[in-house]
């Protein structure tokens, strides 16, 4: 175990047992970081509470029968009972020093793998991600930004921990639209609707099959007929939309992959996949008791869910003309990944419009028993991307801008901003898709999912702050170490010293890299790596600025900050790999 605070917990709670009775060996020791040491244990407050007395006492025996030697300095306490905890140097330089051997960096499970830590090997625990929620025939657009690089950073990092991912983006390519579309698509014939789906007209063939549907009657009508004729399997109607699906995946892999997103086309987790289910999931939801006829419709009332009528609401599984809707859909696949696939957790990456429907969804498949203490569900909630006023960024007409214009706009800039430093076009290009790929990801990860943030291209390319070209320009400084050296980084491994305060805080930071990606792990919130890997390269940028590397006073110093540089490049590597964010060799 590298991780300083997990140590510190560990030992705490034994000084709890030996103190206090065996009775508080699970206490949370309530281990902080300090500004007044390295962390601060601050469990003597509600110790002190709970037992009577006071906490400056609580935390005095507490610290007698704390066995820290090996690790800290003399604790100290503070305050109304904080206990001030210090690393002792040569500790911090050992467990930084030893990381230089790890294969796989942050990968390593906590020792207590009981407390939610990573699966053993050859029993790996299958987990759903289910994101991005792409449309046939549809663009994505702004709004699906977030739900696809959010999804993907944490599918890599539940990977990266040794756990199965089943990638699954939901693909809407089935339902009522799809009458409207063919139809269109057999009035304007085949070859038209490639042309325009190959020029990335995408929304403008809906909007015509949409407005043709507003405006005719008949139109309207064989739109309706159109879907029972998909639906009852008619050739000449699956033919259209095969067509469909095929074009809208071919859109889809050229952004995915220009945006570095690992979904496949194999990922795709359609809607018609689980038509033949519908009826069965039905049937079992109907004999069980869940679900009941009400007005003609097969519902499911979950409890605790009301209108403003205080009637409670329901989910329609089976309408009263007996065809399927959407959520009937999500209700066999949460069945589907529970029962067929043996996941144990699925998380949804999905806006937070579908709060209450996800939720319901939920008690539903609890009230099944599909969901049991052993099998969770959860909504990793997503906030808007948003202009400068606040509101959903759309375009001067009043859409929804396009992700691939996001994506373009973000790499021309990025293309302005470097264009001083390249004079061949070709690489010049190639760096700034990185970086313009790499900011305009980075940007959206280091908000907190669930908040919404306002998109600005000027401060989501600045080198400096928390932003990707910082990041970027960090490993490449790092690298540039190294190139005057004529060293490769990899062969770096000299023990690691600490003579400096700030050799200290990049070793220290270093140590805390596996515990940010178990978080991520745990609670599906990528903005809590981009934040570590902002602090590591701020102290970095401390270290390389205040002691010298290559012309360090002895050959040990040299190789230690080698070996330090060396391992704050592979740390940074491995998170920026873990969040998707391209990385080049120099800037």
Known sequence: MTD????????????????????????????????????????????????????????????????????????????????????????????????????????????????????????????VVDYSGPNVAKEL???????????????RVLEHLGYQVIRAAHLGDWGTPFGMLIEHALEIGEQSTREQFNSGEFTGFYQAARAKFDADPAFAERSRQRVVSLQAGDE????????????????????????????????????????????????????????????????????????????????????????YGYSTTDVAAIRYRIRDLGARRIIYVV???????????????????????????????????????????????GEQVKLSTLVEEAVERAEKVIADRYDN????????????????????????????????????LALTGNTGPYLQYATARIRSIFHKAELDPGNATAPILITEDAERAVALRLLGFAAVVRQVAD?????????????LASAFTTFYEKCPVLQADSSAVRNSRLALSALTLRVLLTGLGLLGVPVPDRM
């Open 4 to 127: 300083p605070q997990q140590v510190l917990a560990q030992r705490v709670r034994l000084g709890l047992a030996a103190a206090f009775g065996p009775e508080h060996a699970d206490d949370d020791p309530v281990i902080r970081p300090s500004q007044f040491a390295d962390y601060q244990a601050n469990v003597a407050l509600p110790l002190g509470k709970r037992l009577g007395r006071p906490p400056r006492e609580i935390a005095a025996e507490l610290s007698h029968h704390l066995d820290v030697a090996d690790l800290c300095l003399e604790p100290q306490i503070s305050g109304p009972g904080f206990i001030n905890l210090t690393l002792r140097d040569d500790w911090i330089a050992a467990r930084a020093s030893a990381l230089l051997d790890e294969q796989r960096l942050g990968a390593q499970a906590p020792d207590d793998l009981a407390a939610g830590g990573s699966p053993q090997p050859g029993q790996p625990e299958k987990i």
């Open 141 to 155: 657009h702004v709004g699906h930004l977030r739900a696809t690089v959010v999804g993907d950073a944490v599918v």
């Open 236 to 323: 000449e109607s699956l033919q259209v939309w095969r067509m469909l699906v095929g074009e809208s995946m071919k859109y889809l892999r050229r952004l995915y992959d220009r945006l570095i997103i690992t979904l496949t086309d194999a990922d795709m987790d359609p809607e018609s996949f689980y038509n033949p289910m519908l009826a069965d999931v039905c049937d079992e939801l109907e004999s069980s008791g869940v679900a009941t006829i009400s007005d003609g419709a097969l519902c499911a009332f979950p409890p605790g869910f009301t209108g403003r009528d205080g009637r409670p609401l329901p989910i329609i599984l089976r309408k009263s003309n007996g065809g």
């Open 351 to 397: 806006g937070s419009e579908q709060v209450l429907h996800l939720a319901m969804l939920f008690a539903t498949a609890r009230q099944a028993g599909w969901l049991t203490d052993e099998i969770s569900a959860e909504h990793a909630t997503i906030g808007l991307v948003t202009g400068p006023d606040g509101q959903r960024l759309k375009t001067r007409s």
């Open 425 to 460: 076009d070709a690489e010049r290009h190639q760096i700034a898709e990185a970086v313009g790929i790499g900011a305009l990801k980075y940007a959206d990860l280091s908000v907190a999912r669930d908040s919404s943030y306002a998109l600005d291209f000027d401060r989501m």
């Open 523 to 535: 609670t599906a919130e990528p903005h809590r790596l981009c934040g570590y890997l902002f602090d």
